[in-house]
């Protein structure tokens, strides 16, 4: 498998991206998880609604319970303070649903921050190296089947090469119906080179 070009430019540009690629994922996960672990400090005031709730509760229920052994009024008083522990268990509801909606928009942000370029990498960077890579493969295979494979490279640069280029070749269409070696490795050369490979 063909993964780099054997033309220096090119095999340098190819380690280029592919470490960009590489640092721009690493980047957005750490971005990813700085935003996940800022987003869920706002859990504190949360936290504190749970705790001033908690202790609201237990404070109504203590006096309630003392309350309740007072005699005539104990049962009625009890039943009143019984009404704000209701309310500390309100505030302990309303902490907790704002903890569980920090966390869930800090889960959120994180998976986005990560999920947006690592996606544009997907459709973008890795489908060209994949291109690549399968082109560069089968052009490598042919060039190792010695003049068979040469020649099927030449028909190909016939086919898709610029006109610039062959023209350059010097006599195509003679020396190729004459089978002349030196125009067909030529011709096989640029094909070789539009897929980064050495003639």
């Known amino acids: 498998m063909q993964l780099y070009a054997e033309r220096p430019m090119r095999r340098t540009a190819q380690l280029v991206s592919d470490l960009l690629a590489v640092l721009l994922v690493v980047f957005a996960v750490w971005l990813g ?4 672990d800022q987003v869920l400090k706002l859990r504190a005031p949360g936290a504190g609604l749970v705790d001033a ?16 052994r007072i005699p005539l009024v104990g049962g009625a008083l009890a039943k009143a303070l019984h009404g704000g522990s209701n309310v500390g268990t309100q505030l302990t509801d ?67 090469q610029p006109l610039h280029r062959l023209a350059s070749v010097g006599e195509v269409a003679n020396g ?9 490795e030529k011709l096989a050369g640029h094909e070789l080179a539009r897929h980064g490979l050495a003639p």
């Open 94 to 160: 309303a902490g907790r649903w704002q903890i569980e909606s920090v966390e869930n928009l800090a889960w959120w942000l994180a998976a986005v921050i990560i999920v947006l370029p690592v996606l544009a990498l997907v459709v973008t960077w890795l489908p060209l190296r994949w291109h690549f890579t399968r082109r560069a493969t089968a052009a490598a295979r042919l060039r190792a089947l010695g003049d068979d494979g040469l020649d099927l490279l030449a028909l190909r640069a016939l086919a898709t």
């Open 176 to 184: 190729w119906r004459e089978r002349d070696r030196d125009v067909i």
């Open 53 to 68: 709730g908690t202790g609201l509760r237990g404070t109504f229920d203590s006096a309630a319970d003392t309350a309740d």
């Open 33 to 36: 998880t700085s935003v996940y």
